[in-house]
């Protein structure tokens, strides 16, 4: 596991270009409506959900490559020749926005805020690691002409393929942000049908969407809902998202799309929900007694009803990000004072 959601961008970007490619199937959830549930490890790495109308198609979420999205495309391709007229992000993160560019006469739509991060996280960070990226090239190749001790060589030529498969890539790559940015909900209507793009509340980022089909009753929550799964926490409101699960379950829906995992009914949904409240209940008394953030993560371990998620080693984060919110609260919450007191007493 290595990409699910905000990316550790050298990295995970320098991988991008060896994902393995992903052949997932559209699975029928209803009639006109598929879920395209992909491997974590290949070009796709996010779900994406497609919905057939009368004269056009929706897509939700186009994957983590512009060949993920090529390969999307040719999935819709296998069931409808109608043309893509809408394409809506459920937020930034490049896993489920950079095949944006393969849609690109559909309307893009996405949250403002994710509209905001588009621009000033991921486009910002693209151009910095393909900067770095250059730099390092030009370091590998001086030290190659230098190099005689054959395995070195071979070390060497190894990352200068990489780095150059990397920038093939970030060639290859335009990023796509929404083009009709949301401040709240919106509805679109195809026909007879409608789609109900919702904004919940903040959880995985601050600018999460849902797509909702009432007449099917099925959801595309994005980010919102990691499906057997320890989520990425990089940009999370951990207890904010709990609410927004919530409001998530009021939905008269019974299949709920997760950004990543198989397509879950509300008890998944429910579980899920659970694995945060369980954490916010294990990480807080540490909390209250003053526990550090060092000994709080090196002590707590993953309960065991979800030792079978994927994705553990996200779980210390996902403490960390708990412990900090809650450590905020505290601190507000104590008088002027008594917070130095407690921070002393911390081990
Ligand atoms: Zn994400």
């Not at 897509?59 to 512009?66: A, S």
């Not at 020749?81 to 006469?105: C, E, I, L, M, T």
Request: include cysteine.
């Amino acid at each position: 596991m290595h990409s699910i959601c905000r990316l550790p961008v050298l990295v995970c970007l320098l991988c991008a270009s060896a994902h393995a490619k992903d052949n997932a199937k559209l699975a029928k959830l209803a009639d006109g409506v598929y879920a395209r549930v992909v491997s974590p490890d290949g070009e796709a790495v996010a779900n994406a959900g497609v919905v057939v109308w009368d004269q056009s198609v929706l897509v939700f979420d186009t994957h983590f490559t512009p060949e993920g999205g090529n390969s999307l495309l040719s999935a819709i391709r296998s069931v409808t020749p109608k043309p893509v007229r809408y394409v809506v992000n459920s937020h930034w993160h490049p896993d489920h926005v950079h095949g944006n560019q393969v849609f690109a006469s559909a309307q893009l739509i996405g949250s403002a805020n994710a509209r905001r991060d588009v621009m000033n996280l991921d486009l910002p960070s693209l151009n910095r690691t393909t900067r770095i990226t250059q730099a390092q090239m030009k370091d590998l190749r001086n030290a190659l002409a230098k190099e005689t001790d054959p395995e070195k060589r071979r070390s060497l030529s190894e990352q200068i393929k990489n780095r150059n498969d990397y920038l093939q890539y970030a060639s290859r790559l335009k990023i796509s942000p929404p083009i009709i940015a949301l401040d709240g909900n919106a509805t679109i209507r195809d026909g007879k049908q409608d789609a109900h793009v919702l904004f919940l509340g903040a959880g995985h980022t601050d600018g999460d969407i849902a797509l909702y089909l009432p007449a099917q009753k099925i959801v595309f929550a994005g980010g919102i809902f990691f499906n057997s799964a320890i989520p990425n926490v990089q940009d999370a409101f951990m207890l904010d998202w709990i609410q927004t699960l919530g409001r998530l379950l009021q939905l008269d829906a019974e299949k709920f799309v997760p950004g990543h995992g198989p397509v879950g009914s509300k008890k998944d949904v429910e579980n899920f929900l659970h694995y945060l409240e369980d954490l916010k209940a294990i990480v807080a008394p540490a909390v209250e007694r003053g526990d550090s953030l060092e000994q709080i993560t090196r002590e707590l371990k993953i309960p065991a009803e979800y030792s079978s998620y994927r994705f553990q080693n996200l779980f210390p984060s996902n403490v960390q990000k708990m412990y900090a919110e809650l450590k905020a609260i505290r601190l507000q919450s104590m008088p002027q004072g008594e917070e130095t007191e407690s921070e002393q007493r911390a081990p």
